[in-house]
């Protein structure tokens, strides 16, 4: 049997073999180059995914702090109006105190200056009310250290602070004190009312 085409030649044929083995390797080529791009790709992928990972974990990690005293006090304070008549009242809870050497508050960071650390005051405010009340924390707490009758203000807080009706909200106040700071005290009340005294019993470690 003659398996020639009618009217093409032998060297036509040849040549048209080996157009045929060129298209072939071409097209295998083209695959191969096309499958490495997609490795490539999902292995450059896959690495940025696990850096963010880890960009994430390491951002979001807590510092530990470095002394806690659990304090769990829970004191009453009342909200006025402009005429000074009491509305409501609402609860101050201070859960601990911390030393720490970083603190977030609204979502900024803050670090003190060598030979400093930060007092921390963990609190919670509890609005029984049946409206939103805003209080501003810090007004309730004055720390006083080394034996001084000077009273120090939290000079990082995340007040004022919106509660909204039957609700409690966590809070937190921060001051920067010496490392080398002893006999600290804190005072909680009202600007104008009765104050309580709370040792603190933390000391840099």
């Known amino acids: 049997m003659n ?10 044929r040849l040549r048209q073999i080996k157009r045929t083995k ?4 071409s097209i295998v080529v083209a695959i191969v180059v096309i499958l490495g791009i997609i490795v490539l790709v999902n292995t450059t992928v896959g690495k940025s995914n696990a850096q963010s990972s880890n960009t994430a974990v390491k951002k979001n990690q807590v510092v530990q702090p470095i002394a806690d005293q659990t304090i769990n006090r829970v004191f009453q304070f009342s909200v006025k109006d402009k005429t000074g008549k009491v509305i409501t009242n609402f609860d101050y809870k201070i859960i ?15 670090n003190p200056i060598a030979g400093k650390v930060f007092l921390v005051i963990n609190l919670e405010i509890t609005n029984n009310f049946t409206q939103t ?4 924390p810090r007004d309730y707490v004055r720390i006083l250290m080394n034996h001084s009758s ?3 203000a939290p000079d990082i807080y995340n007040d004022p602070v919106d509660v909204q009706a039957i609700s409690t909200k966590p809070s937190k ?3 920067a004190i010496n490392t080398t700071d002893k006999n600290i005290l ?5 600007i104008t009312g009765t104050k309580t005294i709370i040792p603190l019993t933390l000391t840099y470690k």
């Open 3 to 12: 398996n020639n085409l009618p009217g093409v030649t032998f060297s036509q």
């Open 22 to 25: 060129k298209g072939l390797i």
């Open 96 to 110: 601990d105190a911390q030393l720490i050497n970083e603190v977030i508050i609204n979502g900024q960071k803050y």
């Open 133 to 136: 009340i805003t209080i501003q």
């Open 150 to 152: 000077e009273k120090l």
């Open 173 to 175: 106040l921060a001051l």
């Open 186 to 190: 804190m005072q909680v009340g009202e």
